[in-house]
């Protein structure tokens, strides 16, 4: 289901219908116990805490699978990319849900950024390596631009993030033109 390349539907709501096991099939321990594992994976995020505990269990599983499977993608790639991920972001289902999706989703995607960030230090730095960092700083600053609020706060934040660990990409002749 993550895995589709569709664009044109939303994965959190077609995963509502489409899962195996049932919201009301599952044991409130293991409901607790995948929110105490989101709680974890977020740092214990006192301002998302209360939204965490109100998850159902497709919404847990729904966010522990964007995070593994992204992380498991950065990890293993020998180009990581982290430009798909802000289509998470565009999912309607994910921006107008009433439990705070949208920003545990940032929060996520934050931390596989980080993700992205320790793989890309630990390359060789050569062309291509900067050509990647430069491609990722041209993309985040066209979202900087984006319609939405929130995704231009994302991208604000990213870039900082990409330009504090890899100060020469802000002065590359392309990122510049961008």
């Known amino acids: 289901l993550l895995l589709s390349s569709s664009h044109n539907r939303s994965e959190m709501k077609e995963l ?20 105490q594992q989101i709680i974890g994976l977020l740092e214990h995020p006192t301002d ?10 497709s919404q847990c ?8 499977l992204e992380a498991l993608r950065i990890r293993n790639s020998s ?18 849900d009433k439990n705070d999706m949208w920003a545990l989703v940032i929060r996520l995607l934050e931390k596989v950024f980080g993700l992205f960030l320790e793989r890309v230090l630990e390359q060789r730095r050569d062309e291509r390596r900067d050509a990647l960092l430069v491609q990722h700083a041209q993309f985040l600053l066209t979202h900087f631009n984006h319609t939405l609020q929130p995704i231009r ?10 330009v504090d660990r890899f100060p020469l990409v802000l002065w ?7």
């Open 16 to 35: 509502k219908y489409t899962y195996a096991i049932r919201d009301e099939s599952v044991a409130i321990f293991e409901l607790q116990e995948l929110r």
């Open 48 to 57: 998302l805490s209360p939204s965490i505990s109100k998850l159902s269990f």
């Open 61 to 68: 599983i729904y966010l522990l699978s964007v995070y593994r």
């Open 79 to 96: 180009t990581p990319n982290f430009q798909p991920l802000l289509e998470y972001l565009l999912d309607p289902a994910v921006r107008y």
């Open 153 to 162: 706060r994302t991208a604000d934040k990213l870039l900082s993030k990409l």
């Open 172 to 178: 590359n002749g392309r990122v510049l033109q961008t």
